[in-house]
């Protein structure tokens, strides 16, 4: 009787090396992609991780707000809202900031062309006019494919796009927006908003302590 031959038997064995470097290779794979999708999801946006330009050009982070509520305005030097508003603005601004609370007024020429002059002029006449102590950034578009990416986020929450000057939103310390305000609506009806917020995060701070 002829022995048993062992040649099937090594032939077997370097597909079954084959087949476990395979298995373990998707296995690391696999483990990488679950891996990455815990540890390096994309952070969500909200407001305060864009950048802008200040009234200099320079690139700053509006993480720079993050724990404030912010009122974001889109601002103008020649309207028929420009006086009230500004007006306004300064007043919300001295009451409640800075320490809690901001005013970020953002030029733009898009609506009835009433926001022509330079950067320099704009802040100029809303320091000079109206004692602006608030930031004031570079001019800016709200509308179309040039739309300042930090704005287009605001109207994308709201799901309410500006169709006129002094626009305003309200941004939580977190970045999201609260609410929006038309122009033409009184800062009687912005005041306990603002006032509420702040009273927030206050009394979030006393609670981290």
């Known amino acids: 009787m002829e022995p048993l031959t062992m040649y099937p038997l090594k032939c077997l ?13 998707v296995l690391c794979t696999a483990m ?9 999801k994309p952070k969500t946006k909200d407001f305060y991780s864009f950048d802008v330009k200040d009234s200099r050009g320079r690139i700053i982070s509006l993480e720079k707000y993050r724990g ?6 889109n601002v103008a030097s020649h309207c028929q809202h420009t006086d009230k508003n ?13 320490s809690h609370f901001t005013v970020l007024a953002f030029p733009c020429n898009q609506f009835g062309e009433s926001e022509p002059g330079t950067i320099q002029e ?14 004031i950034f570079q001019k800016i578009k709200i509308l179309g494919s040039e739309a300042l990416p930090a704005f287009k986020f605001l109207t994308d929450a709201s799901k309410k796009e500006p169709r006129w000057n ?31 917020l702040i009273r927030q995060i206050i009394m979030k701070k006393r609670e981290d302590l």
């Open 122 to 135: 704009i802040e100029a006449f809303a320091r000079g006019n109206y004692g602006a102590t608030f930031p």
């Open 32 to 40: 990488l992609c679950l891996l990455q999708s815990k540890f390096l």
């Open 166 to 196: 002094f626009w305003k939103y309200l941004v939580s310390p977190e970045g999201k927006v609260v609410k929006f305000w038309r122009p033409e609506e009184p800062i009687e009806s912005i005041k306990p908003q603002v006032a509420a």
């Open 68 to 73: 404030k509520a912010s009122l974001v305005v």
């Open 13 to 25: 064995v370097p597909k079954v090396r084959v087949f476990v470097v395979f298995l373990s290779m």
């Open 86 to 98: 500004y007006i306004a603005l300064q007043e919300l601004h001295r009451e409640f900031g800075p």
